[in-house]
């Protein structure tokens, strides 16, 4: 009959997403960090924790980034922030140069010191070695608060649907490090960039939605203005995810193949690269409203090249996380997002399609 052919359809596709998804959990689960990589890490975060302390008595040192968020592969950098609680302490860029000779000193890290950054950082590694066989590669801040917070609400997301969303997001970590999309140096996204744009995905496209947005949920009880901000910036979310699952269950049943096609449909034909910003915090929002427009002033600044593609930071709303994105590194990555598409529009079979998709 005339529904016979639409039904063949949609079981064809049915045993194409399973045996992807099957697929995609293999090839994220054999690019976990191993135990021991884990144990090496805390053990030298313990070390520098204490060389720090003979600096400053009262700094802590916390791992944030993919360490401490949920999402992170076999040999990924280590990124740790120190706080330092006492009222008077050193300006970040003397505790860099401190800290760089220190450890020069003391440790056998290759140790360079970035006192005058944006950002100061004192960025360290290890060579590989019998017992350390890929190195090591970490860098200190200090006092980035922000950078803590961001990293609990994204662990927070993670942990609400650990299944799909780490599945997502470490697959495409993967796939645009081997496409070489991610690089904000070189003009495409940071990791952190990627997770942002799964987590508005599945929160703001997917309809029912994949994840809450924990940046709206009325708290469960008053919360005060100091508590919540940190320099100026608002970093309240719903953070019990505990309590959460027992009250919030999503009725979406994709599976994370059906999730990730429509993640790179959307990505290379529906989103509103020239008008639009990606807002975990507030949905899809226009350039426009933020400033961000990118015809924008005059030929003299270079804001026309910062704001080709805008995602907003969920705490600090002025800035744009994708700022360093070029319009050929635009460019690279919708066409990335379109190869990425037509690959998996073409159902093959999944092991050779995830293998095709991350080809080098
Ligand atoms: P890999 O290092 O590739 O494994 O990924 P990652 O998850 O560590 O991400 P990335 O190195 O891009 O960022 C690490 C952390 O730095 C993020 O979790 C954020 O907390 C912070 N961060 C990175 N880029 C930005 C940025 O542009 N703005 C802000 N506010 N924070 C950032
Ligand atoms: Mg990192």
């Known amino acids: 009959g005339p529904y016979g052919a639409q039904r063949r359809h949609a ?20 690019r976990l960090p191993t135990q021991e990589e884990m144990a090496v890490k805390e053990d030298v975060r313990k070390l520098l924790e204490r060389l720090i302390r003979t600096i400053e008595p009262d700094s802590r040192l916390l791992s944030f980034g993919s360490t401490a968020n949920g999402f992170s592969l076999r040999n990924s950098d280590m990124d740790l922030c120190c706080l330092i609680d006492s009222d008077e302490r050193l300006s970040a860029s003397d505790m860099v140069t401190m800290l760089g000779d220190l450890l020069e000193r003391e440790t056998k890290f290759n140790v360079k010191p970035l006192p005058h950054a944006r950002i100061p950082i004192v960025k360290l590694s290890l060579d590989p070695s019998p017992g350390l066989p890929l190195g090591i590669a970490c860098d200190i801040g200090f006092e980035n608060r922000l950078a803590l917070e961001n990293t609990r609400l994204l662990m927070c997301y993670a942990m609400i649907d650990p299944t799909r969303v780490r599945t997502l997001v470490l697959f495409l970590k993967v796939w645009s490090k081997r496409r070489s999309i991610n690089s904000p140096y070189q003009g495409t996204l940071s990791s952190y960039g990627y997770v942002l744009l799964v987590i508005y995905f599945l929160i703001h496209v997917k309809n029912p939605p994949v994840l809450p947005n924990l940046q709206q949920m009325p708290p469960l009880r008053p919360i005060s203005q100091e508590d919540t901000h940190i320099g100026g910036h608002n970093t309240w979310f719903f953070d019990d995810i505990e309590l959460l699952r027992q009250r919030w269950q999503s009725s979406n049943t994709d599976s994370v193949a059906d999730l990730l096609i429509d993640f790179f449909r959307y990505y290379s034909r529906d989103f509103t690269y020239n008008t639009g910003v990606a807002s975990i915090r507030g949905g899809l929002l226009k350039k426009e409203s933020k400033g961000w427009q990118n015809e924008a002033s005059s030929r003299y600044n270079d804001s026309r090249e910062r704001n080709r593609f805008c995602i907003e930071d969920p705490f600090e709303i002025d800035f744009n996380v994708a700022r360093c994105v070029t319009k050929e590194g635009l460019y690279q990555i919708r066409g990335e997002f379109m190869r990425a598409s037509r690959i998996l529009a073409m159902r093959p079979r999944a092991v050779a399609a995830l293998a095709q998709l991350c080809e080098e």
């Open 11 to 30: 079981s064809k596709h049915r045993f194409f997403a399973v045996e992807l998804s099957q697929a995609l959990f293999d090839f994220v689960i054999q």
